[in-house]
């Protein structure tokens, strides 16, 4: 009787010993590659910039608990930090998420600018990144950067300059960078409109381009999809939303690029995942 309650005992240790190794090793094999996240977070934007147990968010959706889902799901369950949180701009549709991400993680950096929208979630990211001791607040422009390895950079393109007070549409004051790994450039512009994207000094080998505002024909004209000209098109958008993002006219001009269209309404979280300087698209 005593050897078996030994064994039961020892049989469960092991159980548990293996459980908590394979979390482990799946956690770990994620180290080896950047990871580039469009997060399934409904209409808005999250995009979350993995490598290692370094991590860049790029905006947080419309809703904290959604978007604390959808980080639980791609970061380590041990890793509680996040390098840098971007605000594109204060739409409630790209900031109100991150109100959670403030309260469930440590943030060293949030990139932001002075865009001239006074809402209490806008408020209160601000005061916190300020006041709370260790968050180095950063009013993000043209020029600045974060070197995440040596194969692998975020440069902001856009704003060009740090005042971006005067601004008439809040979209154009959206933060525009350009993620580099080996060769592949990833574009991330907010919600800027074509006013702008046609401003921008961008190249003609963009490999995936996440179109701006969602899809709206605002953006993502037949001009600046034929000087970027990108392999992917990435449209993060809720399903069914009421502004009927997106606009048949952006998918139009998409295609006459030959450009590949993923869409967060119809795919889900959509994963790139990129090793030895080659990405490979998920869905999860
Ligand atoms: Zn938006």
């Known amino acids: 009787m005593k050897y078996r309650k030994i064994i039961y005992i020892v049989v469960s240790v092991c159980i548990v010993f293996a459980i908590v190794c394979g979390v482990v090793l799946y956690q770990m094999s994620h180290f080896a590659e950047t990871r580039v996240a469009f997060l399934d977070v409904g209409q808005g934007d999250a995009i979350l910039i993995s490598r290692g147990s370094q991590q860049i968010l790029i905006d947080g959706g419309r809703d904290s608990t959604i978007l604390l889902e959808q980080l639980g799901r791609q970061m380590p369950f041990w890793d509680r930090n996040i390098d840098i ?9 790209h900031i109100d998420g991150l109100i ?3 309260k469930n993680y440590s943030v060293d950096q949030f990139w932001h600018t002075n865009a001239p929208k006074d809402t209490s979630i806008y408020r209160t990211l601000r005061d916190q990144a300020k006041n709370e001791i ?4 950063v009013i993000a422009y043209s020029g600045l950067s974060a070197v995440i390895d040596s194969n692998t950079k975020l440069d902001v393109v856009y704003p060009f300059t740090s005042d971006v007070s005067d601004t008439g549409d809040i979209n154009d004051a959206s933060i525009v960078t350009l993620l580099h790994i080996g060769d592949e450039i990833f574009y991330f512009g907010g919600d800027l409109t074509s006013d702008i994207e046609g401003k921008l000094p961008v190249s003609d080998d963009i490999t ?3 179109a701006s505002h969602h899809g709206s024909k605002s953006s993502t004209d037949n001009t600046f999809l ?3 000209l990108p392999r992917d098109v990435v449209i993060s958008v809720g399903e069914n939303n009421r502004y009927g993002h ?6 139009e001009n998409i295609l006459s690029v030959d450009a590949q269209i993923f869409r967060t309404d119809k795919n889900g979280t959509i994963v ?4 030895e300087e080659k990405c490979r698209v998920d869905f999860e």
């Open 85 to 93: 949180v971007i605000a594109t701009h204060p739409d409630s549709d």
């Open 100 to 102: 959670g991400v403030f």
């Open 134 to 137: 260790g968050i180095e607040d």
């Open 208 to 210: 995936v381009l996440k």
């Open 226 to 228: 034929q000087k970027t």
């Open 246 to 251: 997106p606009h048949k006219e952006v998918i």
């Open 272 to 275: 790139y995942k990129c090793a």
